[in-house]
């Protein structure tokens, strides 16, 4: 390793080396960032002017737009750059902070998944004590919980992968630093560290699914018992939006993650790693807005204003 060069930045494959296809995967990446970022900014305004929508519910999802909106700039700005401009490379420093921020700011939305879930199980599970339970204090405390877990599981991992010495092959087969195929650049033995980073997604991916899995089932068996056909779906149509947004995220993620890594599969988890930096990100504000009636009158009533 003595004789060998240190890496001073690395490559992106990007998502494709035929040149006719970058402009227009330049336009779609664009519009739908576009699309995303103007989409979650609307959910927030609304639910943070509107009285009407000063409950739990819309406080997590407005505190969830917002995470959208720092998950996905940490990855889609660079990759419509290097579209641009045709230049590939990312520093060091640049890497390692994409890396960092990628899946802490990933860790925070899967808790805070979680806390949706627990959400909506007690508001329709047990509705009379719903207010007392999901008061402001315990929603502000499960909110800056979700913040302080998500960087507290990452940060120590994040600074070994920060030590690592990099030297030789630069060349990453994704279109953001994703820490697998960083790791694998490294002339170090990982395997202990990849090791580590199998079980903070396990628990971070499964624990919290879990935790909505259950949350879920217990809901479904409440609301079958309901006896009003309206009473039913009125209590579906709270939690189909969130099912929804789970679903995406989770699907996604425990293929590219609970899983090992090998090069043949590289190509593959970056297709279906669009489905979680752009296409879940794009879908939260529309899916919550189309299917949600509250936030249609709120979101009118702003424009008319």
Excluded at 106 to 127: K, N, Q, W
């Amino acid at each position: 390793m003595e004789n060998q060069t240190l890496v001073k930045n690395f490559i992106l494959l990007g998502f494709t080396d035929v040149q006719k296809y970058q402009g227009l995967l330049f336009l779609i990446l664009l519009v739908t960032y576009i699309l995303t970022i103007m989409g979650n900014i609307v959910i927030i305004t609304i639910i943070l002017l509107d009285h009407r929508l000063q409950t739990p519910m819309y406080y997590f999802l407005w505190n969830f737009s917002l995470l959208e909106i720092g998950f996905t700039s940490t990855v889609i700005p660079k990759a419509l750059f290097n579209l641009a401009s045709g230049n590939r490379t990312i520093s060091i420093p640049g890497c390692f902070v994409q890396v960092f921020l990628y899946f802490v700011l990933g860790t925070i939305e899967f808790l805070l998944l979680a806390v949706m879930s627990f959400d909506r199980y007690v508001a329709i599970c047990h509705p009379l004590s719903y207010t007392t339970v999901m008061n402001e204090r315990v929603c502000k405390i499960l909110v800056l919980s979700s913040w302080m877990s998500g960087f507290l599981i990452l940060i120590g991992p994040s600074l070994v992968v920060f030590q690592l010495p990099f030297c030789g092959q630069n060349i990453i087969n994704h279109f953001f630093c994703d820490n697998g195929p960083l790791i694998k650049l490294a002339c170090a033995d990982t395997r202990l560290l990849g090791l580590v980073d199998f079980t903070i997604a396990v628990f971070s991916l499964l624990g919290t699914f879990t935790v909505t899995i259950l949350s879920y089932a217990r809901i479904i068996s409440t609301v079958l018992n309901i006896p009003s056909a309206s009473g039913r779906q009125k209590a579906f149509s709270t939690c189909i939006s969130h099912l929804t947004v789970v679903s995406i995220t989770y699907s996604s993620c425990i293929f590219m993650y609970i899983k090992p890594m090998d090069s043949r599969g590289l190509d593959l988890s970056k297709g279906v790693s669009i489905l979680n930096t752009v296409v879940s990100p794009l879908l939260n504000p529309f899916i919550y807005s189309l299917r949600n009636k509250q936030v249609q009158e709120a979101f009118w009533d702003l424009l008319e204003k």
